[in-house]
């Protein structure tokens, strides 16, 4: 079984900036890629941020090109979300996603809420 756990989400003004990270424990051989999900109020979960372990392949959603920023630190089994310039339509729950193992399982974290005010 693999463990997700998330930290860094909080409450910022417009403009600044916030890092979460999202430590993976457990059983895991490999990982094949990760990435930051968000779910605000009222709407269904979008993709932020995802990338490959080996950072062959990185994207992001357009909303966030140029302010966030995902990396892993294979080290560390963990995963980061640098969020710069946040806006109010970031506010939301923060998910991590990861994919591991040669059976491509799926894991998720239990959220860590973001909010930003205007």
């Known amino acids: 079984q693999v463990q997700l756990v998330e930290s860094g989400g909080g409450f910022v003004q417009a403009g600044g900036s916030l890092r979460l990270s999202c430590v993976a424990s457990?059983?895991?051989?490999?990982?094949?890629?990760m990435g930051w999900h968000r779910q605000a109020p009222g709407k269904e979960r979008e993709r932020v941020a995802d990338r490959t372990a080996g950072g062959a392949a990185t994207t992001y959603a357009d909303s966030v090109v140029g302010r966030f920023t995902i990396s892993w630190d294979s080290s560390k089994n963990t995963v980061y979300l640098q969020m710069d310039n946040l806006k109010p339509e970031d506010t939301g729950v923060y998910y991590c996603?990861?994919?591991?193992?040669?059976?491509?399982?799926?894991?998720w974290g239990q959220g860590t809420q973001v909010t930003v005010s205007s």
């Open positions: 996603n990861v994919n591991v193992d040669k059976t491509w399982s799926s894991y």
């Open positions: 457990g059983s895991i051989s490999r990982f094949n890629f």
